[in-house]
């Protein structure tokens, strides 16, 4: 989904709810993949326990407000049904919380596409391996015969961290040229070459 804007920008007014330093663009932009929790902790490492959890909860408030205005990307169901009907199995493995994906994938109607989820609040946090590692022995998959799919540095650090491979999108919430030194087989500009690109080497 194209949320990394409305993820910014609620990331920055929840910190001035909250009295706390503003983080900037860029800086709200490279925690995205994060669970909350660390996200937060990771851009005011001195604030207290108590303020991390007043601008996780001012950040909801924000981001719910606004998530019923967020859009797929280009190509992203028709790219997702070309894979299914190609036999290819997905999952998803995502810094969101558990009720923040259910909401999304509902919105979405995207759901039926994903035999298994997994959620920073049901394992550790992107780039720790958890989450994969629990999707492939989920679905009885070998990580060389997986793919891991992102748009930041901390996706492709999992990948890598699970030991699988890695394809990445250059128009997220981490631009292309970061993702450069993570090992992906290849980056996309869009979603579409993506999918011919998997279709053509699966």
Do not use: C
């Not at 001012?58 to 299914?84: I, M, N, P, S, T």
């Not at 090992?183 to 979603?191: G, I, P, R, S, V």
Request: net charge negative.
């Amino acid at each position: 989904m194209d949320s990394t804007g409305m993820i910014a920008r609620s990331i920055q007014r929840a910190f001035d709810d909250v009295g706390l330093p503003v983080p900037s663009e860029q800086e709200a932009r490279y925690v995205i993949g994060y669970g909350l929790g660390e996200a937060m902790a990771h851009l005011a490492p001195d604030a207290s326990e108590v303020q991390i959890r007043q601008v996780v909860d001012a950040y909801r408030g924000h981001f719910l407000a606004k998530d019923q205005e967020l859009k797929l990307y280009d190509g992203v169901e028709e790219g997702l049904a070309r894979l299914r009907e190609a036999k290819f199995r997905m999952a998803v493995a995502t810094g969101k919380s558990r009720a923040g994906l259910d909401r999304v994938l509902k919105a979405t109607q995207l759901g039926h596409f994903f035999e298994v989820t997994r959620t920073a609040d049901e394992a550790f946090s992107k780039p720790h391996p958890a989450m994969l590692e629990y999707i492939l022995e989920y679905s009885a998959v070998a990580p060389e015969r997986a793919v891991m799919v992102g748009d930041t540095t901390h996706d492709l650090q999992l990948a890598i961290n699970a030991g699988t491979a890695s394809l990445g999108l250059t128009y997220g919430a981490h631009k292309g040229e970061a993702l450069q030194d993570l090992q992906a087989l290849a980056l996309f500009d869009e979603f579409n070459s993506l999918i011919d690109w998997v279709l053509a080497h699966g």
